[in-house]
Nanobody, 115 residues
Framework: QERLMESGGALVRPGGSLSLSCQAS????????MGWYRQAPGKERDFVAS???????RVADSLKGRFAISRDGAKRMLYLRIINLEPEDTAIYYC?????????WGQGTQVTVSP
C-alpha cells in the first residue's frame, strides 16, 4: 500500500487555480513533516512547501503568495492550493513526508499550465 498518494493534477490555463491533495495511509501526525516538491522537465526536484507536526509552515520564497499548504488530520490529507498559475509551474508535484531520517514519496501528479 502506498504511504502517500497525490491527486488533483490537471491541465490549467495561465492565471487559473488548482488544488492538489495527498492522501496518507496513516495518521499524518506520525510524520515529523509533510510537504510538497515539484520537478519540472529536465530539472531537479525542488521544495515547494511543508508543514511540520506542530503546524509550522514553510513555503519556498519564490512561491509565497501563490502557494498555500494545509492539512486535515481527520481525513489524513495534505493539500496544496495554487493560484495565478504560470507556465513555469508546469511540473510533476510530489507529496513528501519524513519520520526522522526516513523519507517517503508519493508517485506524483502532473500539473500542466498552458493556454
Amino acid at each position: 500500500q502506498e504511504r502517500l498518494m497525490e491527486s488533483g493534477g490537471a491541465l490549467v490555463r495561465p492565471g487559473g487555480s488548482l488544488s492538489l491533495s495527498c492522501q496518507a495511509s496513516e495518521n499524518i501526525f506520525n510524520f515529523n513533516t509533510m510537504g510538497w516538491y515539484r520537478q519540472a522537465p529536465g530539472k531537479e526536484r525542488d521544495f515547494v512547501a511543508s508543514m511540520n507536526a506542530g503546524g509550522k509552515i514553510r513555503v519556498a520564497d519564490s512561491l509565497k503568495g501563490r502557494f498555500a499548504i494545509s492539512r486535515d488530520g481527520a481525513k489524513r490529507m495534505l493539500y496544496l492550493r495554487i493560484i495565478n498559475l504560470e507556465p513555469e509551474d508546469t511540473a510533476i508535484y510530489y507529496c513528501h513526508a519524513n519520520i526522522l531520517s526516513t523519507n517517503y514519496w508519493g508517485q506524483g501528479t502532473q500539473v500542466t499550465v498552458s493556454p
